[in-house]
T-cell receptor, first 114, second 114 residues
Framework: AQSVTQLDSHVSVSEGTPVLLRCNYS??????LFWYVQHPNKGLQLLLK??????LVKGINGFEAEFKKSETSFHLTKPSAHMSDAAEYFC????????????FGTGTRLQVTL | DTEVTQTPKHLVMGMTNKKSLKCEQH?????MYWYKQKAKKPPELMFV???????INESVPSRFSPECPNSSLLNLHLHALQPEDSALYLC?????????????FGQGTRLTVV
């Protein structure tokens, strides 16, 4: 069975400072991992994905994530937060060998202050 | 074109009404999904269609009836809903059921049942 734990329900940073959103996963297989962002009353937009290629994945809008198998982690980072980054972020896992069934974390709300 | 288009964006319906949500994609994807998202919660999978056939039904009440008329279209027919069915309904698509393919989400339909 697969599961995802997002360690922080809410993160607040100042504009221009680094962002770290933490995600740990559990998977019986070699997983695919994704980060999605959701702005208020909007759909989900894919930020980046890991699919067993490079462990450091670069995404859109300056975000990146590092897959660490030994720590079962897939934390999302950005060097410098922008006001427009304020949103809900979901870490998502998909197991190998299953139908395309995504397991979502509970989400982390990122607040960016001036 | 990397868009999943959902209509309507907002819908208010009475408990005795019949309405339909529509979803369209032109990316050649063969898997399409319906998700339900309550406020401050992650999306929950409702249905998966693969090659226009229903592949997964996550024990969704029969008052929700999905339909996939062709590979580009996905509908969700609603009848005799309850106020607790009020939520954001998200449609998504992916290349196929297998892993390593990300899901693309629409902007959602905000449904209010009165």
């Amino acid at each position: 069975a697969q599961s995802v734990t997002q360690l922080d329900s809410h993160v607040s940073v100042s504009e221009g400072t680094p962002v770290l959103l933490r995600c740990n996963y559990s998977s019986s297989y070699s997983p695919s991992l994704f980060w999605y962002v959701q702005h208020p009353n909007k759909g989900l937009q894919l930020l980046l994905k890991y699919t067993s290629a490079a462990t450091l994945v670069k995404g859109i809008n300056g975000f990146e994530a590092e897959f660490k198998k030994s720590e079962t982690s897939f934390h999302l980072t950005k060097p410098s937060a922008h006001m427009s980054d304020a949103a809900e972020y979901f870490c998502v896992v998909s197991d190998s060998g299953t139908a395309s069934k995504l397991t979502f974390g509970t989400g982390t709300r990122l607040q960016v202050t001036l | 074109d990397t868009e999943v288009t959902q209509t309507p964006k907002h819908l208010v319906m009475g408990m005795t009404n019949k309405k339909s949500l529509k979803c369209e994609q032109h990316m050649g994807h063969r898997a399409m999904y319906w998700y339900k998202q309550k406020a401050k919660k992650p999306p929950e999978l409702m249905f998966v269609y693969s090659y226009e056939k229903l592949s997964i039904n996550e024990s969704v009440p029969s008052r929700f009836s999905p339909e996939c008329p062709n590979s580009s279209l996905l509908n969700l027919h609603l009848h005799a809903l309850q106020p607790e069915d009020s939520a954001l309904y998200l449609c998504a698509s992916s290349q196929g059921k297998s892993m390593n393919t990300e899901a693309f989400f629409g902007q959602g339909t905000r449904l209010t049942v009165v």
